[in-house]
């Protein structure tokens, strides 16, 4: 094979791949405000104020990201685990005896959830 052609192709596909795992807080933000996609602005704002759930400003403050990740994976899985973090969010939202989530699981593939929880490092306000 041709080597400058070789090079070209590789890199090609090198910046395909780079692109794919690259978390994307604008496509993160879409997700979160698309009815036909997470639909999660239907129940929660950007800033510190509540509407069914709670305002997202802080979110990865108050939250590691790997708990992020587990909660919008399956927050009804999440919400029965014994995690610290879990009996945090109770608390706050006075869920202690509640059975069940009521926040709503959206499916969605890893990238998004990376977009996701990129877009949530956007609403990080320091004081
Ligand atoms: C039907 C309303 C509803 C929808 C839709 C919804 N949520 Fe929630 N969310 C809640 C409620 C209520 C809570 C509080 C915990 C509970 O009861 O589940 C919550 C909690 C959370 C938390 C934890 C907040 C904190 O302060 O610790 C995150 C993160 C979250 N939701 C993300 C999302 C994402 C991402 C979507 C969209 C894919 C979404 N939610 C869609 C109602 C909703």
Not at 12 to 24: C, F, I, K, R, W
Not at 95 to 110: D, H, L, V
Not at 115 to 124: P, S
Request: net charge neutral; with cysteine; aromatic share 8%.
């Amino acid at each position: 094979m041709n080597k400058p052609i070789f090079f070209i192709v590789a890199c090609y596909l090198l910046m395909l791949l780079v692109g794919q795992t690259q978390a994307d807080a604008e496509k993160g933000k879409e997700f979160f405000n698309d009815v036909e996609g997470g639909n999660c602005r239907t129940c929660h704002k950007t800033t510190s104020g509540k509407l069914i759930g709670p305002g997202l400003q802080n979110i990865m403050e108050r939250h590691s990201e790997e708990w992020v990740r587990l909660f919008i994976t399956d927050p009804q899985k999440t919400w029965e685990m014994d995690h610290p973090e879990t009996v945090d969010l109770k608390k706050r939202v006075r869920g202690m005896k509640m059975q069940y989530a009521r926040c709503q699981k959206a499916p969605m593939s890893e990238e998004t959830k990376n977009d996701l929880i990129d877009f949530f490092k956007t609403l990080t306000v320091k004081e």
